[in-house]
């Protein structure tokens, strides 16, 4: 199926781990899973695009092809098409099968996205990305001028200055989201990255830090750096797999800084991702 709009991917299961896994620790993914054979999946199309433009860039529509990836769909449990998946943090939150009324998925997806950023879905003229990123701060800045204290607000401006490459402003905004909040244990995850972007930025670059392990595997200095500058791309699990070999050979590294850094890596992707309850067991068996 052709891309509509730049809110809609195609996703296959060679794409899916950055399309939709990565991809959803900075906005909601909603999972289409269609065919072309099927009437109710043609139905359902126009309506789910339309939903998801209107969110103005908080949103992405991935559409999988059920003919083409039958393990995506036995992943997902796909028994009935369409089948909607929403995604966010790298977590299943909601879902729904058939071809549902626009109102009904807007109340849906309403309990998992912030405001409506109004646009017109069906001009033909797309508006750039940054636009839609520079509308979509716009408001959320109206937003906290009328409500300081709008954590839902704080965070979504937060990851829009992570994707201006400006983690400065966005530590300010998640600092600001007090404990207690909803969005607390995200901003918590994001400040973490957000340190893990600090100490990338300062290392000598995934390259030369992987031709200094390349010259001697047992540099912990180098090879903690490359596994901080994988977590800083989202590059999670070979960065969790770097820090788990510094464990083996030392656990007190630097008083057990690579321990600390992979449960800061549990809490940006979520405590009870697959990754985190995967490597929190491998850790727990060295140093139990």
């Not at 508006?127 to 709008?150: F, G, H, M, T, Y």
């Not at 990255?193 to 031709?211: V, W």
């Amino acid at each position: 199926m052709e891309k509509q709009n730049h809110y809609v991917i195609n996703v296959s299961q060679q794409t899916f781990e950055a399309d939709v896994v990565r991809a959803s620790f900075q906005k909601t993914v909603v999972i289409d899973f269609w065919a072309q054979w099927c009437a109710p999946c043609r139905q359902l199309t126009p309506i789910l695009e339309k939903v998801v433009a209107s969110y103005g860039g908080q949103a992405i529509l991935a559409k999988i092809n059920v003919d083409e990836n039958q393990w995506l769909c036995q992943q997902f449990g796909v028994q009935s098409i369409p089948a909607v998946k929403i995604v966010q943090q790298g977590k299943l939150v909601d879902e729904f099968v058939g071809a549902l009324p626009e109102a009904e998925i807007r109340n849906i997806l309403s309990q998992h996205i912030g405001g409506v950023y109004e646009e017109d879905a069906e001009d033909d003229h797309d508006a750039e990305e940054e636009d839609v990123s520079a509308d979509a701060e716009e408001r959320l800045r109206a937003i906290l001028e009328k409500d300081p204290q709008n954590s839902h607000a704080q965070l979504r401006l937060a990851k829009i200055a992570l994707e201006k490459n400006d983690p400065e402003t966005a530590s300010e905004l998640l600092h600001a989201i007090e404990l207690g909040k909803e969005e607390y244990n995200e901003a918590e995850g994001l400040l973490n990255k957000i340190e893990f972007i600090h100490i990338a930025k300062e290392s000598a670059g995934k390259a030369q830090l992987r031709n200094n392990l390349a010259a001697n595997e047992n540099d912990p200095d180098s090879r903690y750096a490359l596994a901080c500058c994988l977590a800083a791309e989202g590059e999670y699990e070979p960065a969790l797999e770097e820090f788990l070999t510094i464990v083996k050979r030392n656990k007190n590294y630097k008083e057990g800084i690579a321990v600390k850094a992979m449960v800061k890596v549990f809490s940006i992707i979520g405590q009870r991702h697959a990754l985190s309850d995967a490597y929190r067991d491998k850790l727990e068996w060295l140093l139990y």
